[in-house]
């Protein structure tokens, strides 16, 4: 069944002559210029979810890792338990002071990040996996320390220093396949241009800053500019390329009286234009603000390794206690008691634990930038095995973005070859999409282009000149009822009613025949929305562009649900509403019009060709712009996640013989955990981690 929400009237789009166009449009503005792709740089700080990773560049985790591995050599050849274990025997007097020193440097250095994240989570409540780690290092530091004083004999300096370099590589493997943050609002602030064309009340024209300007001021908008603020045109007539705002797939003839959009690009006329909103009214600052509200919601949850991690803290803290008080009341020394105390604490925080995630996380990716998916939000990836709904974009998303003629009918004296021949040879001379797309059909057919005699391009109307000694015009529905010319009325009411643009040949004053074209549905997008169908997730579309048009496609796709003429901030809405109908709900989208809803759904894919604002905001990149890699995303997060459960299974499952056996359950039987054969458990318990992690398949 297809849906369509109730249009609200005061978010209508005003006077889309969808066939209208003129063709001095350049291309670079229609085609938004992306310069750098946010998959290509390195953040610091995942806004979405990496709250822990605050305050730490990628390179931070990177050198603390280096420089504590290093000290971990000589601490481990230093440590008395070590030596043991080895049987032999380097000791030298204050060889404990040396290694004191040694492990102060790992503990103050290589666990700050650990610290400080403890002190942010216990601080909002919410101990996760820096407090677990910071537990265990601090209780090693401040037991072993003692040594120096004389005050214990045994150490685990060794412990501190091993558990902090495989933390310190954990978090950075994390860091670097997480990689980006969310610089959404950044790139939407660069569609806005800094300086605007201010008329003044004596009719001088004045560059202003944009920030400047008030409701009820004059600007001219000069051609091929970016339209600073939101307007009303008093006087001129243009084109405006509003698709990476309103996903509106072909530019819109404006005139006086009709509202523009800041962000949008002027196309080959002078607008004069009286300013209705800026600043903090404007439209792109309320995508802005949707956005940031959209992300804040969304970093209030919590990764899997954290609700692990959690939940350790809780059990190393309670068995640590009730090992020293049960220890006490049976009546053994406190030293006695306390050492098996801190045994407990330092066991319970898993080195698997460390890289039981990120080992995944690490392999995930890897196959992921193979199959052209750039992850940058784990956690809604993680979560993607939970979808049950993909809301498309349409334009650039399921199509192509581009056009491509579907239907030439000629008149009686004509054929398609000819009236493709003649209207080509003018199409030629324009960069706007439709003759882009006249002209591709023309090179597939391998027909000759002719150089037109004369030529001229009817603002808003069309194209005329004189090829190969004949008249002939392009031209708009709206022109040809205004020059009375006569054409078949029904097979043009149909065509329209499939959502095509249609426009006209007209040789010597005379109709000739119509072309239709459409954006062009991917045949990859059908094969997608089947495969989705078989894994019962529901396939629906939401855009901005007209009714017809999304019907068209929607029947072709066979979509389960379609919503048309939706603008931006309707968008996060509509979101919103499917979300509370039950759905877990994906987003796949390409300009700044889908970012409020990529940033509002549970999953937001972004397509790699769209505009840096839509990438940014995305929790997933499409490289290749293929709905079908939607499909793969879904199967990946099952199989990571299953992953991660299988070696957060391994990297506990240690700690659940290990703990009690730390405690001195069966110390009656004379059997007692040895720290060193904690070690032994520990290090095999991360070996089957890495291996586990590695056998991860796409």
């Not at 003044?200 to 300007?213: A, C, F, K, P, W």
């Not at 008030?214 to 390329?241: A, H």
């Not at 060709?609 to 099952?638: C, F, K, M, N």
Request: hydrophobic letters at 45%; a negative charge; one cysteine or more.
């Amino acid at each position: 069944m297809h849906k369509n929400p109730p249009h609200d009237p005061k978010h209508q789009k005003m006077h889309h002559h969808k066939a209208a166009h003129d063709h001095k449009i350049d291309s670079e503005d229609l085609h938004h210029e992306h310069p750098s792709r946010a998959h290509g740089k390195n953040h610091e700080h995942h806004e979405h979810h990496d709250d822990k990773h605050a305050g730490h560049h990628i390179d931070d985790f990177k050198r603390r890792f280096y420089i504590s591995l290093i000290l971990t050599v000589p601490i481990l050849l230093l440590s008395p338990m070590i030596q043991m274990f080895l049987g032999v025997s380097w000791r030298f007097p204050n060889d404990y002071i040396v290694l004191f020193l040694l492990s102060s440097i790992v503990f103050f250095y290589g666990g700050k990040p650990f610290l400080v994240g403890a002190y942010r989570e216990l601080k909002q409540r919410e101990p996760g996996m820096m407090t677990l780690i910071s537990l265990a290092i601090i209780v090693a530091y401040g037991y072993s320390s003692l040594i120096v004083f004389g005050w214990t004999e045994v150490d685990f300096f060794w412990e501190l220093a091993t558990l902090i370099v495989i933390m310190l590589l954990g978090h950075w493997l994390e860091m670097k396949s997480i990689m980006g943050a969310s610089n959404a609002l950044e790139e939407l602030i660069k569609l806005i241009p800094s300086e605007a064309h201010l008329v003044t009340e004596n009719g001088e024209i004045r560059d202003v800053s944009v920030s400047e300007l008030k409701p009820e001021q004059t600007i001219l908008i000069k051609p091929g500019e970016r339209i600073p603020v939101d307007g009303v045109i008093v006087k001129g007539q243009s084109s405006l390329d509003e698709s990476m705002l309103t996903g509106e797939s072909v530019p819109v003839v404006k005139q006086a009286g009709d509202r523009i959009i800041g962000g949008a690009v002027n196309g080959e006329g002078s607008l004069t234009v009286t300013v209705t909103n800026s600043g903090e009214e404007g439209y792109l600052s309320q995508v802005v603000s949707l956005i940031k509200e959209a992300q804040e919601s969304k970093s209030r949850t919590q990764n899997l390794s954290d609700r692990a991690a959690k939940w350790l803290f809780y059990v190393a803290l309670g068995a640590g206690i009730v090992t020293l008080v049960v220890w006490l009341m049976l009546g053994y020394s406190f030293n006695f008691a306390v050492e098996r105390m801190v045994t407990v604490m330092i066991i319970a925080c898993p080195h698997a634990l460390g890289l039981a995630i990120p080992l995944v996380v690490s392999t995930t990716t890897s196959i992921a930038a193979r199959k052209g998916l750039l992850i940058r939000n784990r956690t809604a990836f993680e979560d993607a095995r939970k979808l049950n709904a993909v809301v498309f974009d349409k334009t650039g998303t399921l199509t192509q973005g581009k056009f491509g003629i579907t239907d030439i009918l000629p008149a009686t004296d004509y054929s398609e070859e000819e009236i493709l021949s003649l209207v080509g040879s003018l199409e030629v001379q324009s960069e706007h999409p439709i003759s882009k797309g006249i002209v591709e059909e023309m090179k597939k057919r391998s027909m000759t282009i002719h150089d037109p005699d004369a030529f001229e391009a009817m603002t808003g109307k069309g194209l005329k000149g004189k090829v190969n000694g004949k008249d002939v015009k392009v031209v708009s529905p709206g022109y040809m009822k205004s020059e009375n010319i006569h054409y078949p009325a029904e097979e043009f009411n149909t065509l329209s009613s499939q959502g095509k643009t249609v426009v006209f040949a007209v040789i010597e004053n005379q109709y000739a025949g119509m072309i239709a074209l459409a954006d062009q549905v991917r045949e990859s997008a059908k094969d997608a929305i089947s495969k989705l169908k078989e894994i019962n997730i529901q396939s629906m579309m939401l855009t901005g562009d007209n009714k017809k048009v999304a019907e068209w496609v929607g029947k072709s796709l066979h979509l389960d649900d379609i919503y048309a003429e939706v603008l931006p901030h309707q968008k996060a809405e509509k979101i919103t509403e499917i979300q509370q109908e039950g759905y877990k709900v994906a987003m796949t989208g390409d300009g700044v019009n889908d970012a409020p809803a990529l940033a509002k759904a549970d999953l937001g894919i972004a397509v790699g060709a769209g505009t840096d604002v839509a990438i940014e905001t995305a929790d997933i990149i499409l490289v290749r712009s293929d709905p079908e890699d939607v499909v793969s995303i879904i199967d990946l997060s099952r199989k990571a996640y299953s992953k991660m459960i299988q070696n957060l299974w391994w990297a506990t499952g240690y700690n659940i013989v290990a703990i009690p056996l730390a405690a001195g359950i069966l110390y009656s039987a004379g059997i007692i955990l040895n720290p060193a054969i904690g070690a032994v458990l520990m290090s095999i318990s991360t070996i089957v981690v890495a291996i586990n992690a590695k056998m991860l398949r796409a």
